[in-house]
């Protein structure tokens, strides 16, 4: 089990350098807003998607989420 993990940080490490060495900044200065803007919106559509499909496993419902938020920022709020 210890061989594949290393195996697997192995792996990791080489694609981070590869990823490295095909990063080029001067691409990126190119089009930054629309690498800000993209990312951030990747972003923000993959926590929207995690937060319906947990919410669609775990069947809660907003009302469920609201009370937990609730509870968790102000209990007394809920009495």
């Known amino acids: ?3 594949v993990e290393t195996m697997a940080q192995f792996g990791v490490i080489f ?4 990823l490295g060495l095909e990063f080029s900044m001067a691409k990126l200065r190119v089009v930054p807003a629309i ?5 951030l919106l990747q ?7 995690c937060g319906i499909i947990a919410s ?3 069947g809660l419902s ?3 989420i ?7 920022i102000c209990p007394e709020a809920l009495s």
Do not use: E, P, R, T
């Open 15 to 18: 694609l981070l350098f590869a």
């Open 43 to 49: 972003i923000f559509l993959f926590m929207c998607l």
């Open 56 to 58: 669609w496993i775990f």
């Open 35 to 39: 690498a800000i803007v993209g990312g």
């Open 62 to 64: 907003l009302k469920n």
């Open 1 to 3: 089990m210890v061989q």
């Open 66 to 72: 609201d009370d937990f938020l609730k509870l968790k």
